[in-house]
């Protein structure tokens, strides 16, 4: 199966239809009248579409097993026609679309075996996906583009040319592939001052994203919180909880990073945590969705300008 572990769980809903065609009118009304002899085939039939849906990674090899939270299944009835509608919801990091479309086709199969004893002639038609939300394809275009970071690599030890930095790095390319563009990329000591100079620096020279990676532990030289605090105008806990949630529920250790994120005027100030995981799992947590922040704040700059 495809590895899924560095996604986060949104609501995702699907909506798949079948169509059910008959090829006389008494057939119709046998259902209504509930007449049919194997019995009700609108209730056994969703009694079946509802196993289906459950069922659906235990018959389809990639599909992942993931917590159903909901399924409704609805009959409309046209002439002849019969359309099958299937909705499925849950909390998860994967779709439901296989799951909703395979509900859709065992309703339609469970109608077609308790009917096939009273009409020779039915036809299943038009298994297919309607719609589907959550995920990053309903959040893809809600966030601005013109976005360029500067990625500030906080260690003693990489400044001094004693070890290759690799967070800042995985930062880069989590950035790139956000389509973000790169002002500047550098490396400095565990210095508060120093710190505190750079997010001056960078923001008066127009940066959107300033990245701090390391400093954010516990030991004598973490410092990186301590020198940003005073310069932001406000906290964003938020982001902060995510990417401290995100963390947890991968090692236990990550409580004890004290990540913090807030803003400059309109700049976004984020210090991260120096090892190369916590740095890569830091950025898949907020990333992309975190620049949604852009749209606010270039927004409202560009406003006050107006």
Sequence with gaps: MVDITHKNNTLRTAIAQAIVKVSKEETIEAINNKTVPKGDVFAMSKAAGLMGVKKTP???PDCHPLPIEFTGIDYEINGLEIKVTVTVKTIYKTGVEVEAM????????NMYDMLK???KGIEIHHIKLLKKTGGKSSFKDKFKRDVNAVVIVCSDSVYEGKKEDSAGK????????????IQDYIIIPDDAQIIEEKAKHYQSNGADLIIYTG????????????????????????????????????????????SIAGTIKNTLVLALPGSTNGARESMDAIFPSVLHVFRILKGASHDKTK
Excluded at 102 to 109: C, F, W
């Design 102 to 109: 395979h509900g859709a086709s065992i309703v339609a199969l």
């Design 117 to 119: 004893p009273i009409d």
């Design 58 to 60: 235990d018959l389809l």
């Design 215 to 258: 400093g954010t532990g516990l030991s004598s030289r973490d410092v990186t919180p301590e020198a940003l605090e005073p310069l932001l105008d406000r906290r964003i806990p938020g982001i902060e909880e995510a990417i401290r949630k995100y963390g947890q529920d991968r090692m236990p250790y990550a409580m004890l990073s004290r």
């Design 170 to 181: 995985a930062i880069l390319n989590k950035l790139e592939a956000c389509e973000v563009g």
